[in-house]
């Protein structure tokens, strides 16, 4: 996580790699708003670090609705701006739209690409070679369905998929009518739920909160409240480290498996998270390019600017800051 329903990262299924989607995620729709705007063509710093060989003069770099792809693209920015005097824009895209940025140049990255648009892919990637990859992010993504480990421990045989329909009573809710509710992020997202519901005949529907963030909120209440539910779910993701959830077993993911959108009845793949530039940035972009392509950080790493930007209410920026100060044995390996 994280698109429009295609069949993916994010935050759900792609090809060659399996079922991706991202997800996603932002701590308030008005928070990355606020936070994209102040990140958003800010000057360059002059640290006393100057560029060699050529560094273009400004990159642009797509960021997804999720907050730790915002984290990759606040920490890219500030290193961009502050150690090779690059002027660098955040511009929030939606993965699709994104691809077709990639491919008209208006776009010189994206940091973090679930695979919920392998059409784009094949087509820019493959077909056209305006768009080439730019290696891993360094975090693997997995989506699936969660629910808290105190319904689990109440109710052990819940995590597993067969069992789900015996239990759909307790996750009824006023927009689900006599079905399960399944809750989901924003409608952008890619995921393979509906499919996955209709061909394991599962008595249950998808309700969206409609965005990451109200998806926090509205799981962040339930677990307060000790409320059965089930969700959409992906890692990595901040909030993991603070509520104790536990996914549900779906059918095993096998190659393959999520081929046919409309006939997806298995679980979601382990997912490589991808970056990729526009071909020609990534040919001529000298400093800035070979920076972007070797950045690589853990899912941990993304997590601690993730949860200070959505948890702790942080400045994109600043989380960026705090981070690059705190770990410049980790970063200074990505310079080139």
Known sequence: MRMKKLNPTGPAGAKPSGARTRLTRTATAV???????????????????????GSSDSVTIAVPSWVGAEANAAVAQYILENELDTKAELTQLDESVAFDALNSGKVD?????????????DLYVKDKKTVVEGGDLGVVGHIG????????????DITDWKNLNKYKNLFRTAESGDKGQLLEGSPSYTTNDDAIIKNLELDYKTVYAGSEAAQITQIKENYKAKKPFITYWWTPQ???????????????????????????DCAYAQTPLQKYFNADFAEDGGDAAEFLKNFNWT??????????????KMNSKAAAEKWVKDNKDVWQKWLP
Do not use: R
Request: glycine share 6%.
């Open 31 to 53: 928070a990355v708003v606020t936070a994209l705007t102040g990140l958003s063509a800010c000057a360059a710093a002059d640290t006393g670090s100057s560029s060699s060989k």
């Open 109 to 121: 990255a994206i940091m973090e690409d679930w695979g919920g648009a392998p059409k784009k892919v």
């Open 145 to 156: 369905w969660f629910v808290p480990k105190y319904l689990a421990d109440e109710h052990p």
């Open 238 to 264: 901040w909030l993991n480290a603070q509520l104790d959830l536990v996914e549900v077993k779906l059918p095993e993911y096998k190659e393959g498996c999520d081929a046919d959108p409309e006939k997806v």
């Open 299 to 312: 899912a941990e790493q993304q997590n601690v600017v993730a949860s200070m930007i959505a948890d702790e």
